[in-house]
Structures are given as C-alpha cells and as structure tokens.
C-alpha cells in the first residue's frame, strides 16, 4: 500500500505532463509551420523563412481586418466591463430576492451553444431592422463577454472591505472622494483585468461576428475565408502566430493583475476586520 | 458612485432584517444590477422567445406565415437527414463530454491534490491554450491529421506506416478529437474547485480506519466530487452540440452536426422556421440528455457510499 502511495503521485505527474502536453501540442504547430518555405505543412520543413510574415502588412483586406478587430475589440470589452463592474459590485455587496436568477440568466452565454446565441440574435436584429455591422457585432460580443467579465470581477470585489470605505466617509471625504482614493484602487486590477480578458474573447471570437457582421470582416471572419484556399495557409499560420501571442501577452497581465487584485482586497481587509 | 460609498457594514445590515432598511438595499442591489440583466432580457431572453415564435411559423418565400403549425418540428423529428444529424451531434457531445471529464479528472485531481506550492501555476498553464483562438486550434489539428499532415508525416518517418492514411481527417472521429482537446481547460476548473472542497480529514479519517489509497479514493473523494464532475459534463456537453467551427474545418461529409444545418436555414435554404425548429429541437434533446446525465452520475455517487 505505502509503496502505491509512493507510486501514485509519480504515475500522475506523468500523466499531467502529458496532458499539458496534449493541450500545447497543436497550438505549437502553428508557429513551426508559419516560418517554412514550403506552402504545404509537413515535416521535415523545407526552410526557414518569415516572408509569410512580410506578406502580412502588405494585404489591404487583413489591415482593414486589423482595424475592424480592435475596433469591436476595445468597444465591446469597455461596454462588458461596465456591465460587469454594475453587476458584481450588485452580486457581492447587495442581498435580494431574485440574486441568484439573475446572476444565472447572465451567466446563461456561457453554456449555451454559441451558434444557437448567434442565430437567436440574428433573427432579432433582423427583426428590429438593425442593418447587420460592426455595431450588432459588438452588441453580440459584449453578450458573451459578460460572462467572464463577471468571474474576474467577482473575484476582485469579494473580501472588498467595505469598512475602509465607510472610514473614509467618516473622516470627511466626500462620495466622490472615497470612490476615487480608496474603491478604485482596491478594484482597479480586477477592472483592467477584466477589460484584458474581455477584449482577447472578442478579438479571437468568430460564430457570433459571423452571424452578426454585414460586409466588413473582423480577424477570425477574415481568416475564416482565406482557410479556403490551400496556397494562403502559410500566411493564415503566420497571422495566427501573431493572435496567439498577442492573446498570451494579455492573458499573463491580465492573471497577473487579477492575481494582485485578489491578494489586495484580501490582504487589506483581512488587517482592518 | 454614492452606492459604492453607502455602504453599511454586514453587522448592522443582520439585526435590521424587518427594517425598511432591508427594502432599501434590495431596490439598491436591484437597481445596480439592472443594466446588466436587462442587457440580458433583451439581447438573450427576447431572442430565444423569437427563435421559439419562429418555430411555429412557416416560410413563404421572403416573408413568413404566422399560422400556428407544428409542421417543422414534424420535419425536424422526423427527415432523416436532420435526424441523423441530430442522433450525430448528440452522440459526439455525449462521448467528447465523457472522454473530457475522464481525461480531466486526474489532472484535476493531481493539481489539488499534489499540486503543492504550483498549485497556481499549473491552473495558468491549462488555462493559456484556451485563450488562443478557437478557430486557430481547430485548424491547428487540421494541420495534424490532414493527408500530408504532421501525423501522416511522422508515422511514415517512423515507418509504422507506408503511404499517408486519409483515414484521420474528415470524419466523426476527428471532430471528437478536436473538440475534446478544445473543451479540456471547461473540464479540469470544475472538477478542480470541487476538489478543493474535499475534506482532507475524511480521506485521512477513511486511510486510518483501514482503506487503502484506491478504496478512500473511490468511497470518499470521488463522490464527494462528483458536483464538479456534473458541472464539467454539462458544461461540455451543451455546447458542444452545436458546434459549428469543428465539424466545418475537419467533419468532412460524414462529420456534419446539426449546426451546420441550422447555419444551412439561415443562410443558403432560407427557411428561418425550420431553422429556429431545429434550435429548439436540439436545446430541449440536449437537456434531456444532460438530465439523464445528472441523474446517472449522482446514482453512481449513492452507491460508491
């Protein structure tokens, strides 16, 4: 039995480390096979080369794409985290009747199939004679981003102490005053985090933008096209390998910052408890 | 911005329960709430009232006949084709959900278990693939499993095989793989957080008392997790029945799921009644089918005790 025990855990690291493995495996492909000469992916590569890379800039439809993208990106992020700032603070600070059905119906996104969302919207935009653009785009987007909105901002806002805000009250600041100098710094990290978190859903997003867009193409729609065409599968990995780091980068500060956020509130609050 | 600073602490709030108080900080909560929940109503709730609505109603040619009938749902029970696509897509989420929470619960498992000062960590590093594109991972396995792919190529260079097989691209198989590598980091975090809550005097408790690792394991910790264990199944299981991306890039003809067909309604057929008949369809199987998972997984909980 003892030797078991001793067994277990060498036997499930190794399981772990295969499975970390298995997640990393075909997302590092992409990157490979974005610097071979070659057009067709397999190994051995045929030579290195970031030409696949020069290419990119020079493609009107993918800048236009760019522009696209961080224009949904940054409305749709700014719009989420402000419906999720309303609804966590109102989730972890208020008791009431209905809390808990709400907090679901706006979690709801987050399990549904993503297709039935999109088609659902779909009908109803065409139905309220919204002409399909950018904008339906971000009002899909901002749906779907709630969600996760929600979680990180929760997480930033429970053991938020609210004695620290009251003791700024009582020394005389004013509502304003206590929101700035002691609210916003305590939240700020799960804000920025959540608008980091929300924007990298909305970039990489592509069934709702491809229900919901009129003519102009976001990145994955614009991708999406081109994954049509064998010969432009080079340049697609090569603009993938770009997303893919641009999504790391702001996914490590986004934890980091969601990381600080929660030792914060806790730390803080647990002094003056 | 005055809510956030009229704030009262917890201690008060508990004696006043009868006091206007209390009313006060429902309306306040309420209120603070309501952009968001309408946001909700409007763009979730109305919506799949409308997709409901339409489902009763008939296409004629461009506009749609509102006379009640139950005609769509008829062809969408009953037309082969959407029936075997339904039978299809039921089954690779019923069987992506299982081969995730198998594949997940030991992960899980390790990282709350022995997952030590890393415990952090380790989340980070199954969560980051996750973050990355759907639509680039679902390509990027389209890369492995195509005809000149990576797996063709390498098992030839091992010379395990002569000529690339076609046999791993385009079919249902290859949706299930790449849907089950797609959902994995859905699975891992709620088994994890429900592991977390395990008791570990129980399991010390169930070790002293003479079981072994395996039998404390089976009797104490797996049902104990089993909470996790639904939520992760659920979680998989309803979205990926509708699935569009994966069947798409790597389904070929024999990988086709219902959503590529209700996609097909909205947009080539141009029949919104059947397709929002086949939304419906599908969201009210799928929940049966998660029901019955439910109710599975907690009779197995009852008799592991």
């Known amino acids: 039995m003892t030797a078991m025990r001793r067994f277990l855990p060498g036997w499930l690291s190794s399981y772990a480390t295969l499975y970390i493995l298995f997640l990393y495996l075909p997302v590092i492909f992409l990157p490979i096979f974005s610097i071979n000469t070659a057009a067709t992916p397999k190994f051995p590569l045929s030579g290195i080369t970031l030409h696949w890379y020069e290419d990119l800039p020079k493609t009107p439809a993918l800048i236009d794409a760019t522009w696209n993208s961080l224009l949904v990106g940054i409305s749709a992020s700014i719009l989420s985290t402000v419906l999720g700032i309303l609804a966590a603070r109102s989730i972890t600070r208020y008791r009431y009747p209905g809390r808990r059905t709400i907090n679901g119906l706006i979690m709801a996104p987050l399990v549904l199939p993503e297709v039935i969302v999109a088609i659902s919207m779909l009908l109803v935009m065409l139905q309220l004679g919204l002409s399909l653009s950018l904008f339906t785009v971000v009002l899909g987007h901002v749906l779907v981003c709630i969600p996760y909105s929600m979680t990180v901002l929760t997480s930033g806002f429970e053991g938020f102490d609210r004695s620290l805000e009251e003791a700024s009250a009582d020394l005389g600041e004013s509502a304003f005053g206590t929101f700035r100098r002691v609210t916003l710094p305590m939240v700020a990290p799960a804000i920025i985090s959540s608008l980091l978190v929300c924007f990298t859903i909305s970039l990489d997003e592509f069934i709702i933008a491809f229900f919901l867009t009129g003519t102009e193409a976001t990145l994955p729609i614009y991708i999406w096209g081109q994954l049509r065409f064998a010969a432009k599968l080079p340049g697609v990995l090569a603009l993938g390998t770009l997303l893919l780091l641009a999504s790391f980068v702001l996914m490590t500060i986004a934890e980091i910052l969601r990381r600080r956020a929660a030792r914060r509130t806790q730390n803080e609050g647990g002094l003056h408890a | ?305």
């Open chain 2, 1 to 305: 911005m005055t809510v956030a600073a009229e704030g009262s602490p917890p201690l008060r709030m508990a004696g006043a329960r009868r006091n206007p108080l209390l009313q006060s900080e429902a309306v306040q909560g309420f209120a603070l709430i309501s952009p968001t929940f309408v946001y909700a109503l409007i763009l979730l709730v109305l919506p799949i009232l409308v997709v409901i609505a339409h489902s009763f109603w008939t296409q004629n040619y461009l506009t749609i006949d509102h006379t009640f009938t139950l005609e769509n749902y008829r062809i969408a029970l009953t037309e082969p084709i959407y029936r075997d696509l339904l039978w299809r897509s039921l089954y690779i989420s019923l069987t992506v959900s299982l081969l995730t929470v198998a594949l997940a619960y030991p992960i899980a498992y390790f990282i709350s278990f022995h997952g030590g000062r890393h415990k952090s960590l380790w989340l980070f590093l199954i969560t980051i693939p996750f973050w990355t594109s759907y639509l680039l991972r679902v390509m990027s396995w389209k890369v492995i499993l195509g005809y000149n792919g990576v797996l063709n190529s390498g098992l030839m260079g091992l010379g395990i095989i002569s000529e690339p097989s076609d046999a791993l691209l385009y079919n249902s198989t290859a949706v299930i793989i790449t849907l089950t590598h797609a959902w994995a980091t859905f699975a891992i975090l709620p088994i994890f957080v429900s592991l977390e809550k395990v008791d570990r005097t129980l399991v010390e408790a169930a070790t002293d008392l003479g079981d072994g690792p395996l039998r404390s394991f089976l009797r104490v910790t797996l049902p104990l997790s089993a909470p996790g264990v639904i939520s992760a199944a659920l979680i998989v299981m309803i979205p990926t029945v509708g699935d569009y991306v994966t069947p798409k890039l790597v389904g070929g003809k024999d990988g086709v799921m219902i959503a590529n067909a209700i996609q097909a309604q909205f947009g080539k057929a141009s029949n919104w009644p059947l397709g929002a008949a086949l939304s419906v369809t599908t969201m009210i199987i799928v929940s049966l089918m998660a029901g019955a998972t439910v109710l599975v997984i907690r009779a197995l909980q009852r008799l592991a005790r």
